[in-house]
């Protein structure tokens, strides 16, 4: 069926497994200090240094406010970095959002005022795809995450879960080589989050994109990704790197398995500290 | 909401019967009210001459001029000043003051810089229209998500396009308050400077009936204004319900 | 600080603006500042002057104390109580949204001269959106609130007095400043109609005798108060919504 | 008890009774007069004098016919200012209009529709025959600030405004001169507070004709009064009154009938009258002496 | 230390371990139908037959709108049920809430008009509790939920976290003998979680209440619990019933235990099905 799909789906073209080994994107000594209060400053990321491969499911988790967004955001050159450089497919990014590049926010980004279909749309229409291709796109993506009977709702109409997949799938429809997803599911009941944790893992095999997601759930990261980072309390730096070695094709039932169970353990173990030191602090920040 | 609805409307309507009652049997002087029955007759009978035609259409003329011109004038301006944070919080505490000002003892003035004409009404009506605009576009572009604004980084679009294709529909709902209080306010400013100080325009003619004991003509128009001010809000109201309802709020 | 030095320097430019207006449209349209300036220092020597003021705000007073306790029970009430909300709120818009001038023979007629005329002039324009601004209030007050006050045993007056109405406060203070405004403008408009005293009526009289530094003068000390109670007005609505955002 | 006097704190009606207050003349005649209730003019003073605890004031002859005509029970118990002399329209002073014939074709402001100036615009162009553009301004001051900028040629003015702004405008012509004497004020009260108060109503005018002698014997003093109570500059207040003295302004409150008529006349021309007024259903001279 | 704070602090009275068998509240054959949009009805719970013995901390999880919090609602007196019979501690509860029931709810329940200290406070006032007592009461709460340099502070100058905190503290200055607690650290992400976890089986030990915990986080019901009820999708039903067996003394290192894995696992299979279930409807609800 995937192979059915193929160049009329998600996938820019066919990509047969993928070269684990090329970097698709890169972040060497990447810090990021904001602007705070009363003149003091935020130094809220870094340094961090970061190679996805292509192709490569990454997640990162790490406690509340350690930034994790703030590394979405300048991975993405939706703010620039204080100190360090970014390469994303070989060229450096610079304070703007290069092509080919798809961000899921935290936040819920449904566009009130348009409908399901045209909320879709929107990118496409944006970059002066033509309507035939702007039509075959929106409706795939739209029986993909199953909102085929929402397609003409505002998303007011619709649940959390499904606002959620609506931003997905128009990001999706860019046919970005890199997801960022920012806690996509972070609304989310666990059991829901299961479900879309597997369409999740049914899309990334599809369109054969490196994806980066960011997470609170440790099972979550567990279950879906081939490498975790763990991330330090603010200011947010990798100090783990797990690899889960699972196959490719492969949904939430390997919760089921035995290394599932170690793999949590140990990401609880690793947050046991990080969680002390990020709460003596937490009636400060936020 | 049908039963509020339909409560609402008995309610008014008990309302007139009872001014009507209080009226007719002079618990209420002549003098004072006229019983809403004879308000309405008399109003019809106006209409029917054409008597009042010219200042109806004067009013409703100078209320839409002034009414265009405060939600184009406001929304600039509200733009304007939420780019600039410092000058906005310069400005808020005399927004704020802003309605205690008798605007009418400048009208002499206003009569100087745009001569004997419609516009230093029309002015007036848009100096109480405008202010309503400016805090509601404020409010409404403070309150857009930045997730959307990043969003359209994503998208690669420009300023101007982020500015028309985001920051205006999802400001909408604020500007459309700031539009309903800017009708509402530059009736109230038209109305109220023609009251004042005019020699033509339903305010002007209200006064002038008033002035002369036609207490019938005066409640008439005091109708006329009434009635003109409920339809006006409850297209807006119902504009507004559509528009939302979509938004789900 | 730095905020009340911009809104001095905007000030200043309003100022130049309205010496601009003076040297444009001449001195029988408009005073220039000095002028207006030097009269407003005698204005404020003058006991008659005080007498004025006096009269203006204490009818501002009454009509505020009855905008403000009438329209906090009346959207108490409202908000409190969803189908009568319902059926109110679009009245209270058409009436907020009436031009109340068109009432003001009815007020004369109803309430006679003086005093009473204008405190009435004042409510009618202060009650309703202060109503309007209570009853959104109560309404949007998180129902998770009540859940709360049932689980403390909480009686109907402990409910409206300790969580209704504090709740509501923020945007009290905000219907506060729209309602002051309002009415303050309501007790000037009754006192440039029928009146023989109060700052409605002085500016109306200098009107009348063409008498514009004088108007100038009035205005201006009126503009300063009331931005000044604004002001206090604002840095409390501002407090009390930084306190709950 | 107030009474009412219309453009109290404005114009000059108001003079005899400053003096009668502040001379006690009221305290004299058994009245406790202890202020005075105005409003912008017209109908409204004449709904003020209704609406007041004391039935009574001083209402433009205007006003009071057309609460006459809208059927309400009034008495006109004496006049009050016997002539609209005073009006007069000026021009800059480098105008070349120097007469009301050279009005003819030019923009004229008068204050609003149907107001007294109004009146006497068409009254003085038809005389002369001559036709001129006239434009409501809306008020005095807006007249004025119009002929400085130009937007009109003349416009209406009257003490003690003139005497404000005398060294600025020029006069075209004064209503004194050019139309014959017409009634401006009558004191008027309700039917019923006539029939039940007659000796309250005797001594409120007997006051009134005191404080105008007063007004006619001592103008410096009054100057000194009215500047008290009008909170108004006193040269300007003494200038005025001495303009106004020269025109017998105030009368001491005796029917002229012929004066009245000819007010009504006017009336008649902008047509806020219509047929004559029969004054022997509204005016009472009983209580005059 | 538990032992010199009894009397003073939370507990009402002594309670050394509890007759485990002794019954505190019980539902038998309770339903819930709202009145629906247009007419219609909605089923959100039931029918649910439920006994919760006294002292023991039972925890219900579910997928999201099953009817977790109407289950609360109706047991608290919050909500009459539509059919059958609620009893707690032998008294029928019918539409008032009785005294002895704390609630800690879902949303945000602190009032950001009122201090820590005059939040805590709020109950016992009301109440009538003499000053020196109400002092007495909040000072200890305060210490024991960390509150102490924040006592002066308001809600918005706290975390989601201590703002949680501060609604359990005014709830358990009432000393209730059973706390109901609806997802009270839904908004936190899982480390702090887990903090809090900790604390409230301190405090549950402590006050020898009953508790009954709604949770979305499997792993955290598993933690904490001695009992777990698993609801069906709406209209909610108890479909299972699992004991964890845990001892008294517990915390949050038990999630490295064998036997953690083996309840979650249990939980995560017994989900999956009414997960599915669920998401079939999830278009039409919220
Ligand atoms: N625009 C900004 N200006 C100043 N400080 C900021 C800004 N954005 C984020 N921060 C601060 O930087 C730190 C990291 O924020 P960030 O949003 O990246 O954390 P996070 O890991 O995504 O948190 P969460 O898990 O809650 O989403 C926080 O302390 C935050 O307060
Ligand atoms: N007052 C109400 N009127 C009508 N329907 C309601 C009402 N309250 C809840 N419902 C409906 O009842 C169902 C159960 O709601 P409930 O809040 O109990 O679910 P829940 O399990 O607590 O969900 P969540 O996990 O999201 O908190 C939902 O479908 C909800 O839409
Ligand atoms: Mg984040
Ligand atoms: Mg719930």
């Not at chain 3, 002057?49 to 007073?61: K, P, V």
């Not at chain 3, 219907?175 to 700052?199: K, N, Y």
């Not at chain 3, 009289?205 to 931005?227: C, E, F, K, S």
Request: proline share 4%.
């Amino acid at each position: 069926m995937a192979a059915a799909q193929r160049g009329r789906g998600f996938a820019r073209e066919p990509k047969p497994g993928g070269d684990m080994a090329e970097v698709h994107a890169e972040l060497t000594g990447v810090k990021r200090v904001y602007p705070g209060a009363d003149g003091g400053s935020v130094h809220a990321l870094g340094p961090v240094d970061l190679k996805l491969a292509r192709g490569e499911f990454y997640s990162v988790v790490g406690p509340s406010g350690c930034g994790k967004s703030t590394l979405l955001d300048v991975l993405a050159g939706l703010s620039a970095p204080t100190e360090g450089s970014i390469l994303f497919e070989g060229r450096e990014v610079a304070g703007r959002v290069p092509p080919g590049i798809g961000v899921v926010f935290q936040e819920d980004a449904s566009f009130p005022w348009l409908t399901v279909q045209d909320n879709i749309a929107f990118g496409l229409r944006r970059a002066g795809t033509d309507a035939a291709e702007v039509d075959r796109r929106v409706s795939y993506a739209i029986g993909f995450m199953g909102l085929k009977d929402f397609r003409k709702a505002y998303p007011a109409q619709l649940s959390g879960g499904m606002r959620q997949r609506v931003c997905i799938a128009r990001t999706l429809v860019m046919q970005p080589r890199l997801i960022l997803l920012d806690e996509p599911f972070g609304a989310l009941d666990a059991q829901t989050r299961l479900l879309m944790g597997d369409e999740l893992l049914k899309l990334w095999r599809e369109t054969g994109a490196t994806v980066m997601l960011i997470t609170h759930a440790l099972d979550e990261a567990a279950m879906l990704s081939d490498r975790i980072g763990v991330m330090s309390a603010r200011p947010g730096r990798l100090i783990a790197d797990i690899r889960t070695e699972w196959p490719r094709e492969r949904d939430s039932r390997i919760a089921a398995e035995e290394s599932f169970g170690a793999i949590t353990s140990r990401l609880w173990g690793l947050l046991r500290d990080e969680t002390v030191k990020a709460a003596g602090m937490s009636g400060s920040s936020r | 909401m049908k039963r509020a609805t339909w409560i609402r409307t008995l309610v008014v309507i008990g309302f007139v019967l009872l001014l009507e009652g209080l009226c007719r049997w002079g618990v209420i002087g002549r003098m004072t009210m006229i019983p809403p029955s004879e308000m309405a007759d008399q109003l019809w009978k106006l209409l029917q001459s054409g008597r009042y035609n010219g200042h109806i259409f004067e009013t409703l003329g100078n209320v839409a001029v002034a009414f265009v011109s405060a939600v184009v004038g406001g929304f600039v301006i509200g733009s304007i000043l939420h780019s600039l944070p410092r000058a906005r919080r310069a400005i808020d505490p005399f927004l704020a003051t802003y309605y205690a000002i008798p605007f009418f003892a400048f009208y002499p003035l206003l009569v100087v810089i745009f001569g004997l004409n419609a516009a230093p009404i029309i002015l007036i009506g848009f100096l109480f229209g405008v202010v309503a605009m400016i805090i509601n576009t404020m409010n409404g572009l403070d309150r857009i998500p930045r997730v959307l604004i990043k969003t359209a980084r994503v998208n690669g679009l420009g300023p101007l396009r982020t500015a028309w294709l985001i920051k205006l529909p999802s400001a909408a709902p604020q500007l459309f308050t700031g539009i309903k209080l800017a009708i509402a306010y530059s009736f109230i400013g038209v109305i109220a400077a023609e009251f004042i100080m005019s020699t033509s325009g339903l305010g002007y003619s209200i006064a002038y009936a008033f002035n002369n004991f036609d207490n019938r003509t005066m409640y008439a128009l005091m109708l006329f204004i009434i009635t003109l001010v409920t339809i006006v809000n409850a297209f807006f109201h119902v504009w507004e319900r559509r528009i939302m309802a979509r938004r789900g709020q | 600080m730095r905020q009340f030095f911009d809104s001095l320097v905007f000030a200043a430019v309003l100022v130049a603006i309205w010496q601009g207006l003076h040297w444009f449209a001449g001195d029988i349209a408009i005073a220039s500042p000095g002028v207006t300036a030097e009269r407003a220092m005698v204005l404020l020597g003058s006991p008659s002057f005080w007498g004025h003021f006096r009269e203006t705000f204490s009818a501002l007073g009454y009509a505020l104390a009855i905008a403000v306790l009438g329209g906090m029970t009346i959207g108490l009430v409202l908000g409190l109580h969803r189908l009568s909300g319902e059926v109110a709120e679009p009245i209270l818009v058409s009436l907020y949204s009436l031009p109340k001038i068109t009432l003001y023979p009815l007020i004369l007629l109803i309430f006679g001269l003086g005093m009473s005329a204008k405190v009435a002039f004042g409510a009618i324009h202060g009650i309703i959106p202060v109503a309007i601004f209570t009853m959104g209030a109560v309404k949007t007050i998180a129902p998770v609130y009540f859940k709360t006050a049932r689980v403390l045993q909480l009686s109907r007056r402990q409910l409206v007095a300790t969580v209704v109405i504090p709740a509501a406060i923020p945007e009290l203070v905000s219907g506060l400043r729209v309602g002051f405004s309002l009415t303050l403008l309501g007790v000037l408009i009754g006192e440039m109609f029928a009146s023989q005293r109060g700052l409605g009526f002085l500016v109306m009289n200098a009107i009348g005798t063409l008498d514009v530094p004088t108007m100038m003068a009035v205005v201006l000390l009126l503009a300063l108060v009331a931005v000044m109670i604004s002001a206090g007005l604002l840095y409390l609505d501002r407090r009390l919504h930084h306190r709950v955002a | 008890v107030e009474v009412t006097v219309t453009h109290w704190g404005v114009l000059m009606y108001g003079a005899p009774y400053a003096v009668a207050i502040e001379k006690g003349f009221y305290r004299d005649a058994g009245i406790d007069v202890t202020g005075v209730l105005t409003s912008k003019g017209g109908g409204t003073t004449m709904r003020n004098v209704m609406a007041a605890g004391m039935p009574y004031g001083e209402v433009s002859l205007a006003a009071v016919v057309a609460a006459i005509n809208q059927g309400i029970d009034l008495k006109i118990v004496h006049t009050g200012v016997q002539t609209v002399g005073e009006i007069l329209w000026v021009t800059m002073p480098d105008s070349p209009v120097r007469t009301a014939a050279d009005l003819n074709g030019q923009k004229v402001a008068f204050t609003s529709p149907k107001s007294v100036t109004d009146m006497l615009l068409t009254m003085v162009t038809d005389k002369h025959g001559v036709s001129v553009d006239a434009v409501a301004a809306g008020g005095i001051g807006a007249g004025l600030t119009m002929v400085e900028q130009g937007a009109v040629v003349a416009a209406p003015v009257m003490d003690p405004v003139w005497a404000r702004f005398q060294d600025r405008f020029r006069p075209v012509f004064m209503v004194q001169d050019e139309l014959p004497q017409m009634t401006q004020t009558v004191g008027v009260t309700t039917a019923e507070f006539a029939r039940s108060n007659p000796d309250t109503l005797r001594a409120l005018i007997a006051a009134r004709k005191r404080g105008v002698a007063f007004v006619y014997e001592n103008p410096e003093e009054t100057a000194d009064i009215v500047a008290k109570h009008y909170e108004m500059d006193r040269d300007l207040a003494l200038r005025a009154i001495n303009n106004l003295i020269e025109l017998s302004y105030w009368g001491s409150g005796e029917f002229n009938l012929e004066a009245m008529d000819n007010m009504i006349g006017g009336l008649r021309i902008i047509g806020e009258v219509e047929g004559t007024v029969d004054w022997n259903r509204f005016v009472d001279a009983s209580f005059l002496d």
